[in-house]
């Protein structure tokens, strides 16, 4: 079965720090991936998509197939970075398989 | 552009009675999907409707099903409700369910406790 996996279920960092939000899938085909976030008291939204190989606010992933990693990463966090990061599968359709979460803390 | 909109925004119910959600798509949007989301968990696939019909459905029982209208808003039902039914449940809409990729749009979400 399809899995997302994210292994953090925190990440606490100072701002300007680098930042890394990790996320490996299972998946037996050609995999679509994606990054949602959701800001405190905000709906959840995307982020970015690795079709879209782009950058968003600062944030970048890139798709490591042999790996299987599609980890989310930004070289100098900010405080409005703070919030609820998915990583996310697309089975098929839109129908996507989230990861359990990772909660972004940057500290001034 | 209206978002997406969903209500109630809470709701509680006693355990074996049967609920509605109801979720409004986005202006254009043709396709509407529903997740679950258990505290502490990532949103989960419940099903998916386009043009008013279903179009995959998640590893949920029969008795969560819905329905999706000809102005593409769309409704949640779930019977016999269980004290595990108790989550958020978030409506997002798409600009076409036949397109790989679409972004999805999600609604604030309704908060289902069941007693």
């Known amino acids: 079965a399809q899995r997302v996996t994210q292994p953090e279920k925190l990440l606490s960092v100072f701002k300007g720090a680098p930042v890394e939000l990790k996320c490996n899938y299972s998946?037996?085909?050609?995999?679509?991936l994606f990054w949602y976030v959701q800001y405190s008291r905000q709906r959840l939204q995307l982020l970015l998509r690795?079709?879209s190989r782009e950058s968003i606010k600062g944030f970048t992933a890139d798709l490591n197939k042999g790996e299987t990693s599609f980890h989310l990463k930004k070289p100098f966090a900010q405080e409005e970075d703070s919030a609820m990061y998915y990583c996310?599968?697309?089975?098929?359709?839109?129908?996507?398989?989230f990861g359990t979460g990772t909660r972004l803390l940057v500290s001034p | 552009e209206t978002g997406v909109t969903q209500s109630p925004t809470h709701l509680i119910k006693t355990r074996g009675q049967q609920v509605t959600l109801r979720c409004s798509s986005q202006?254009?949007?043709?396709?509407v999907s529903w997740y679950q989301q258990a505290l502490g968990q990532g949103p989960q696939f419940i099903f998916q409707?386009?043009?008013?019909?279903?179009?995959g459905r998640g590893n949920f029982p029969p008795r969560f099903s819905g329905l999706q209208f000809p102005n593409y808003s769309s409704e949640l039902n779930v019977n016999a409700l269980e004290l595990d039914d108790s989550a958020l449940y978030l409506c997002?809409?798409?600009?076409?369910?036949?397109?790989?990729?679409?972004?999805?749009?999600f609604g604030n979400g309704t908060r289902l406790t069941v007693t």
């Open positions: 998946y037996s085909g050609s995999p679509e």
């Open positions: 202006s254009g949007h043709n396709t």
């Open positions: 997002a809409s798409s600009l076409d369910g036949r397109e790989w990729g679409s972004p999805l749009h």
């Open positions: 996310a599968l697309n089975e098929g359709f839109q129908k996507l398989v």
């Open positions: 690795h079709i």
């Open positions: 409707y386009y043009r008013e019909e279903e179009n």
